[in-house]
Every structure is written in structure tokens, then in C-alpha cells.
């Protein structure tokens, strides 16, 4: 696969690029779909419900905390996670405005 160069497309495309990429993998959609449901929540939270590791589990939250979708909080040894509405709202945004372009007549070849 080839290098992509960031410089060819715009600044809206890229960022869309890096915040559907950060939600696409189906353990992130079940971290997203968990804190949906519950106001925060500690690493362990989610290794009892979801089958991966700590470790993992870890990697997952540090990438949606790294892209805005996340905010944390540490009280002694543990970090808790928290969906960022305002980012949500802006992430939510950026998906309606790109969905907006495809207008119902060019859906179909």
C-alpha cells in the first residue's frame, strides 16, 4: 500500500480520515457504546465486559483519548474515561456534513 500524502487533500478531509480511522475497530465501537451508557469509567470496567487484555484495552482508550473523543481523569493508580461531548458533537458534525455532500441522485452508478 502506498504513502498517503496528507498535503494532496484538505484539512476537513484529513481530520474526517483520522476520526473515522480512530473509531474503526469494532473494540472501540464497544468502549464508545459502553461510556454511552454509563458517565465514566475505569480501565477494568471494560476489560470485564470486553475480551481483551488490559494492556490492550489500554492501547484502545489512549487512541480515542488521542483523537479528543475521550477525556480522562487519574485518582491514584486509576484513569478514568469519559465520552468529551463537545468533541463528540464536533465528530458528529464533521460524519453529517461529509453524508450532506452525497446528494440522492449521485448515490447510484
Given at each position: 500500500?502506498?504513502?498517503?500524502?496528507?498535503?494532496?487533500?484538505t484539512?476537513?478531509?484529513?481530520?474526517?480520515?483520522?476520526?473515522?480511522?480512530?473509531?474503526?475497530?469494532?473494540?472501540r465501537?464497544?468502549?464508545?457504546?459502553?461510556?454511552?451508557?454509563?458517565?465514566?469509567?475505569?480501565?477494568?470496567?471494560?476489560?470485564?465486559?470486553?475480551?481483551?487484555?488490559?494492556?490492550?484495552?489500554?492501547?484502545?482508550?489512549?487512541?480515542l483519548?488521542?483523537?479528543?473523543?475521550l477525556?480522562?481523569?487519574?485518582?491514584?493508580?486509576s484513569?478514568?474515561?469519559?465520552i468529551d461531548?463537545?468533541?463528540?458533537?464536533?465528530?458528529?458534525?464533521?460524519?453529517?456534513?461529509?453524508?450532506?455532500?452525497?446528494?440522492?441522485?449521485?448515490r447510484?452508478?
Amino acid at each position: 500500500m502506498g504513502i498517503i500524502k496528507a498535503e494532496a487533500y484538505t484539512a476537513e478531509q484529513n481530520d474526517l480520515a483520522l476520526l473515522l480511522k480512530a473509531i474503526a475497530h469494532p473494540a472501540r465501537i464497544a468502549i464508545l457504546e459502553k461510556l454511552a451508557l454509563e458517565d465514566c469509567c475505569i480501565c477494568r470496567d471494560f476489560t470485564d465486559e470486553i475480551a481483551l487484555s488490559q494492556p490492550t484495552m489500554s492501547k484502545h482508550l489512549q487512541e480515542l483519548e488521542g483523537i479528543g473523543i475521550l477525556k480522562s481523569a487519574t485518582s491514584g493508580t486509576s484513569k478514568s474515561y469519559c465520552i468529551d461531548p463537545a468533541r463528540w458533537l464536533a465528530v458528529s458534525g464533521f460524519v453529517s456534513a461529509f453524508m450532506a455532500k452525497i446528494d440522492e441522485a449521485t448515490r447510484c452508478c
